[in-house]
């Protein structure tokens, strides 16, 4: 089985920033993607950024030009940095892997705040 561990997050005010990271480690894995989501209170989860294999990354409209996601090997550890944060983007932030034979895995989440 394969563990992913989030940290970083916390509370900061609107226009501020933090930096997520994500490590995995347990049973062998090849990854295909590892990626950031985010899930707000009544809300569905939703892709934030996404880094593959190769080193391409996929960002939604809504954070392009604000979060930057990068890693240290393809295999991670992968971070988020997330500039000019605004109170929309408050949520639990959950790392993702997808492993190139199927399996995807998910961190527990830790939350992020924005507010003044």
């Known amino acids: 089985q394969v563990q992913l561990v989030e940290s970083g997050g916390g509370l900061v005010q609107p226009g501020g920033s933090l930096r997520l990271s994500c490590a995995a480690s347990?049973?062998?894995?090849?990854?295909?993607?590892m990626a950031w989501y985010r899930q707000a209170p009544g809300k569905q989860r939703e892709l934030v950024a996404r880094v593959m294999r190769g080193g391409t990354t996929h960002y939604p409209d809504s954070v392009k030009g604000r979060f930057t996601i990068s890693r240290d090997s393809a295999k991670g550890p992968v971070h988020l940095q997330m500039n000019s944060l605004k109170p929309e983007d408050t949520a639990v932030y959950f790392c993702?892997?997808?492993?190139?034979?199927?399996?995807?895995?998910w961190g527990p989440g830790t939350q992020v705040t924005v507010s003044s």
């Open positions: 347990g049973s062998p894995f090849s990854v295909y993607s």
């Open positions: 993702n892997l997808l492993d190139t034979r199927g399996p995807t895995y």
